[in-house]
């Protein structure tokens, strides 16, 4: 979720308004440079993900490493008229040291704070740009009663939580490469060339050329899926079966009536947005207590800054019952503990084993990419993938099946062999995957 580099250098570049930043401006053939590159993607960002209105306020999410980057963004949302941009900056150091010296009190309260500007902003219907890019260990190490007793404190930002989940307001998660991230994903390259490769590899998942058509060929992509959203939901399954060589042997039970989404969504003010660039899945959700059997995962999850890998779950009418893996056990049984309803599922995806991202055969350790790799389902909180479930209380969605949980985490279980079987109303099977790929 490339081109061939002629030359690099170091370059001072001087932004809109004056504002100076260091970047790297790489060459490639054909004379595309990485400014280019890097503007039409921060122009994509606003105008497809979070298709910023005028009067709009934007808040942006962004690692202080990436600020350059952040501020092209800031000026491209500027550029179709939004009202202001708020810069909420974090740091994969400063995180590591709280969480592993900080006073024990700290992560049992949420910032009063913080939650009064994140639930205020997304009452306005401000949209939200997440620029994520950490190190996929930065908190290893760390104990993992303070990472779940930190997400717990989130409940103070539920106002804003539901907003995200319900598309009452437009967000998009997108990521841009650093270092530590970098050098993970390609350990045998020098920094600078692992940076390099992982600018080629993001550009490729989210359809950058420099060519300035990123935004029509989105488009396009969004048609692409709608059209396979239309398939599924003219299909009515009530159930779907998945089988792979890895062992998996799920079957998962579908509400009476769910809907299935993807490619955009629409905010309650009625404008289309794209929550996830890349994003290459359909998907819905399961119901709460219609899942059985045993799922592989086909990828490693990273997980509050610590690699899980080589896991797998036993899950009776719904539940997880077991959870195994051979790196990152104790965190995974955390994270499935974090509340009553982290243990059931809130997410099924169907992700072609052919898209720009698994065909590049890169593990990103970054679950923005990795799954929208392979088709994957989600542990915790669900989406209202239901006929008028954006309207509905938390409430009216229990009682019409659906999961709901303070976290929600995402697993890949997608194979180059992984079958899934739908069952219609009138009992007939109809293959969705066949090798891993869409069949309908």
């Given at each position: 979720?490339?081109?061939?580099?002629?030359?690099v250098v170091w370059h001072r570049t001087i932004g809109k308004?004056?504002?100076?930043?260091?970047?790297?401006?790489?060459?490639?053939?054909?004379?595309?440079?990485?400014?280019?590159?890097?503007?039409?993607?921060?122009?994509?960002?606003?105008?497809?993900?979070?298709?910023?209105?005028?009067?709009?306020?934007?808040?942006?999410?962004?690692?202080?490493?990436?600020?350059?980057?952040?501020?092209?963004?800031?000026?491209?949302?500027?550029?179709?008229?939004?009202?202001?941009?708020?810069?909420?900056?974090?740091?994969?150091?400063?995180?590591?040291?709280?969480?592993?010296?900080?006073?024990?009190?700290?992560?049992?309260?949420?910032?009063?704070?913080?939650?009064?500007?994140?639930?205020?902003?997304?009452?306005?219907?401000?949209?939200?740009?997440?620029?994520?890019?950490?190190?996929?260990?930065?908190?290893?190490?760390?104990?993992?009663?303070?990472?779940?007793?930190a997400s717990r404190s989130e409940t103070a930002i539920q106002?804003?939580?539901?907003?995200?989940?319900s598309n009452g307001c437009p967000w998009c998660v997108a990521?841009?490469?650093?270092?530590?991230?970098?050098?993970?994903?390609?350990?045998?390259?020098?920094?600078?060339?692992?940076?390099?490769?992982?600018?080629?590899?993001?550009?490729?998942?989210?359809?950058?050329?420099?060519?300035?058509?990123?935004?029509?060929?989105?488009?396009?992509?969004?048609?692409?899926?709608?059209?396979?959203?239309?398939?599924?939901?003219?299909?009515?399954?009530?159930?779907?079966?998945?089988?792979?060589?890895?062992?998996?042997?799920?079957?998962?039970?579908?509400?009476?009536?769910?809907?299935?989404?993807?490619?955009?969504?629409?905010?309650?003010?009625?404008?289309?947005?794209?929550?996830?660039?890349?994003?290459?899945?359909?998907?819905?959700?399961?119901?709460?207590?219609?899942?059985?059997?045993?799922?592989?995962?086909?990828?490693?999850?990273?997980?509050?800054?610590?690699?899980?890998?080589?896991?797998?779950?036993?899950?009776?009418?719904?539940?997880?019952?077991?959870?195994?893996?051979?790196?990152?056990?104790?965190?995974?049984?955390?994270?499935?503990?974090?509340?009553?309803?982290?243990?059931?599922?809130?997410?099924?995806?169907?992700?072609?084993?052919?898209?720009?991202?698994?065909?590049?055969?890169?593990?990103?350790?970054?679950?923005?990419?990795?799954?929208?790799?392979?088709?994957?389902?989600?542990?915790?909180?669900?989406?209202?993938?239901?006929?008028?479930?954006?309207?509905?209380?938390?409430?009216?969605?229990?009682?019409?099946?659906?999961?709901?949980?303070?976290?929600?985490?995402?697993?890949?279980?997608?194979?180059?062999?992984?079958?899934?079987?739908?069952?219609?109303?009138?009992?007939?099977?109809?293959?969705?995957?066949?090798?891993?790929?869409?069949?309908?």
């Open positions: 979720m490339n081109c061939v580099m002629m030359h308004g004056g504002c100076a930043t260091h970047s790297r401006l790489f060459f490639f053939s054909g004379g595309v440079s990485m400014e280019n590159k890097l503007r039409e993607y921060a122009k994509l960002l606003i105008e497809v993900g979070l298709n910023v209105q005028k009067g709009q306020t934007v808040v942006i999410r962004c690692p202080v490493e990436c600020a350059f980057f952040a501020r092209l963004c800031a000026s491209a949302a500027y550029d179709v008229g939004c009202r202001e941009v708020v810069m909420r900056w974090t740091d994969d150091y400063m995180n590591r040291e709280r969480f592993l010296r900080a006073d024990d009190s700290v992560f049992d309260v949420f910032p009063v704070w913080q939650a009064e500007m994140l639930n205020g902003y997304a009452d306005e219907g401000a949209a939200f740009l997440n620029i994520s890019a950490c190190d996929p260990e930065a908190l290893r190490g760390v104990d993992p009663d303070r990472l779940t007793r106002p804003y939580v539901n907003a995200v989940m990521s841009v490469p650093i270092p530590n991230w970098a050098k993970k994903v390609f350990p045998d390259a020098s920094e600078e060339e692992a940076m390099d490769k992982l600018w080629d590899a993001i550009f490729t998942s989210v359809r950058i050329s420099g060519k300035g058509d990123a935004v029509a060929r989105w488009r396009e992509h969004v048609a692409l899926l709608k059209s396979r959203i239309a398939k599924l939901n003219d299909l009515h399954f009530t159930s779907l079966y998945y089988q792979n060589s890895l062992g998996t042997s799920l079957n998962i039970k579908l509400p009476e009536t769910h809907v299935w989404a993807g490619g955009d969504n629409t905010s309650r003010a009625g404008f289309p947005f794209v929550a996830n660039m890349p994003t290459e899945e359909v998907f819905t959700a399961p119901l709460r207590d219609g899942i059985d059997g045993v799922v592989y995962a086909a990828l490693p999850l990273v997980h509050n800054g610590n690699i899980i890998e080589n896991f797998h779950f036993v899950i009776k009418d719904g539940k997880i019952v077991e959870a195994h893996a051979e790196k990152g056990e104790d965190i995974l049984k955390a994270a499935i503990a974090e509340d009553e309803g982290a243990s059931y599922f809130g997410e099924v995806a169907l992700v072609p084993y052919d898209s720009p991202i698994s065909n590049q055969k890169i593990l990103f350790y970054n679950t923005l990419f990795d799954e929208n790799a392979a088709c994957h389902i989600a542990f915790g909180e669900a989406y209202p993938c239901l006929q008028g479930g954006q309207k509905m209380t938390k409430e009216e969605l229990k009682a019409a099946g659906l999961n709901n949980s303070n976290t929600h985490v995402d697993f890949m279980v997608g194979t180059a062999d992984l079958s899934i079987i739908g069952t219609t109303k009138d009992g007939r099977e109809i293959p969705v995957f066949v090798n891993g790929n869409f069949a309908l």
